[in-house]
């Protein structure tokens, strides 16, 4: 698998002066910080958006301070906070309750930190897509006797898919470059394999360099999904166009 990425890259394992095993290991977990993000941003996307657009106060204005305090302070900013806030709680938690001291792992760090700033992006791409959903297709739904769950799934769900996501791809994109940022709270992603290799070799922009191709090959996978899900959720409107 690692010689089929390489040559793909136009690379050898010779070229790499056997820091290939490295860069590769560093890949497979910023996919894994990516994807899990991915899921922890969706999840609270759909919760954040479905309280912006609550008649609830009690849930409509949480909802907004989420999203105006994380979308207004940079993510690095954001990444360290919470990443020393996380640990610090933690701490006073387990001297309050006399347990031993737990330390959260980089890999855990990242996913909750990156899930939870994006998540706010998510909100906007969510709530915006549920507000294009026709809403007479809702009221007919209601008319139907469909319950609340099902309404969302199968009329809103689909539908608001169409619109978000263009949104949902370009908050990923975003989001898996931002992954770079977790290297500095420890965790070994590829920036941090790349680095390592770089400066135990002094070649670290040659690193940098393969580290750049091996993020575009991984966007350039993503994009080709992105466009297989657009041209699925899409077929049901072109059908009904016709």
Do not use: C, H
Not at 30 to 46: C, D, N, R
Not at 52 to 60: C, Q
Not at 110 to 124: D, K, N, Q, S, W
């Amino acid at each position: 698998m690692l010689d089929d990425m390489l040559q793909y890259l136009g690379l050898s394992a010779l070229s790499l002066k056997g820091f290939g095993p490295i860069l590769l290991q560093g890949t497979w977990m910023t996919i894994k910080l990516g994807v899990l993000s991915l899921l922890v941003a969706v999840i609270l996307g759909l919760i954040g958006a479905s309280s912006k657009l609550s008649s609830l106060r009690v849930l409509r204005i949480p909802a907004q301070v989420y999203t105006t305090l994380i979308r207004g302070v940079p993510d690095l900013v954001l990444m360290l906070l919470i990443f020393y806030s996380l640990q610090t709680w933690l701490s006073n938690l387990t001297d309050a309750m006399d347990w031993d001291y737990i330390e959260i792992d980089p890999f855990s760090s990242g996913v909750i930190t990156l899930g939870f700033i994006y998540g706010a992006y998510f909100t906007e791409t969510f709530r915006g897509a549920i507000l294009s959903v026709p809403r007479g297709q809702v009221e007919a739904a209601t008319a139907y006797g469909l319950s609340r769950s099902q309404r969302f799934r199968f009329v809103v769900f689909p539908q608001m898919m169409r619109f978000a996501l263009p949104g949902i791809g370009n908050n990923w994109m975003v989001m898996l470059k931002a992954t770079a940022l977790v290297s500095i709270i420890g965790l070994a992603d590829l920036v941090k394999a790349a680095q390592d290799a770089g400066k135990s070799t002094y070649e670290l922009f040659y690193f940098l360099v393969v580290a750049a191709l091996i993020y575009l090959l991984i966007t350039s996978a993503s994009n080709f999904a992105l466009r297989w899900a657009e041209r699925r959720y899409a077929a049901g409107s072109r059908e009904a166009q016709r």
